[in-house]
């Protein structure tokens, strides 16, 4: 029986490259976003190249809509593999100017939609009774918090920690839940972020854009790719020791 992947987020950017992926190693895949064009663009294009896939308009961080596409999901595609909690948002802006609906919208979705991802998905894989693998988006900025990105930061510590109390918790049930932290991804999600920090630096996107490439040890950005694999990774038999962990995907940024 083909095995499901669900992956928040899935309509663009990482998520989608994720997607791809997990399809690609053989899972069939939930493409869930609150973006429902794009989520079913992703599933079209899954399914013209073969693989099993199916489209999910969902705000993560709705914790009842979160429940009910792991139960839909379920009974449309197959039994539990993975969960990827990867949807997120970002903004920019000093502490000081920074607006409270944005710091509180952009941590009811990332780091409460991590939360209840990780409920459902635990009370499915407890149910099913063989285990399962949990993957969070967290980031390099939830290691070393940057500064114009506050909220995102603290959202991205707050996923780090959800990991790894996750991890003990669940573990007992042989779930294990583990963590990717990109840098620089090259995503419209980045495209808005270099913008914005560009404006406030009052210098141009191209100087922002060469300033951030300029801390990369191998010298450029990620691909969606870069960080799939790292995903694909944690959800394959040879993780099945790991948990509890977080793996820097920032081609050397955070120890340059
Ligand atoms: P990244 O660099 O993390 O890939 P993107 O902005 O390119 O960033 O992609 C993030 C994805 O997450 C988008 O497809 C977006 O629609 C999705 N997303 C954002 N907020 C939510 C949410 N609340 N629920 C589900 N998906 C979301």
């Given at each position: 029986m083909t095995k499901l992947a669900i992956v928040t987020g899935?309509?663009?950017?990482i998520g989608e490259g994720i997607a791809h992926r997990l399809a690609k190693d053989g899972f069939a895949i939930?493409?869930?976003?609150?973006?429902g064009k794009t989520a079913d663009k992703v599933t079209t294009d899954l399914v013209n190249d073969g693989y099993t896939a199916k489209s999910y308009h969902i705000d993560v961080a709705d914790r009842e809509r979160v429940f009910e596409l792991v139960q839909k999901a379920v009974a449309d595609?197959?039994?539990?593999?993975v969960y990827v909690n990867n949807a997120g948002v970002a903004f920019i802006d000093e502490i000081v100017d920074s607006a409270e609906k944005d710091i509180r919208r952009l941590l009811d979705v990332n780091l409460l939609g991590t939360y209840w991802g990780t409920q459902a998905a635990a009370e499915q894989f407890k149910k099913q009774g063989h285990g399962g693998r949990i993957v969070n988006a967290a980031s390099l900025a939830g290691v070393e918090a940057s500064a114009l990105q506050s909220a995102y930061s603290i959202s991205k510590f707050g996923v780090r920690g959800i990991t790894q109390a996750a991890s003990k918790e669940l573990a007992k049930d042989q779930i294990t839940v583990n963590a990717y932290d990109p840098g620089i991804v090259r995503t419209p999600l980045r495209d808005g972020i270099d913008k914005r920090t560009a404006e406030i630096k009052g210098i141009s996107v191209a100087e922002q854009q060469k300033n951030c490439l300029s801390e990369i040890s191998l010298g450029r950005e990620a691909t969606p790719e870069d960080v799939a694999k790292v995903v694909s990774w944690f959800a394959s038999?040879?993780?099945?020791?790991?948990?509890g962990q977080s793996i820097l995907v920032d081609g050397g940024m955070r120890y340059q």
């Open positions: 899935a309509g663009q950017g939930a493409v869930a976003d609150i973006n595609l197959g039994e539990l593999a038999p040879d993780a099945a020791y790991i948990t």
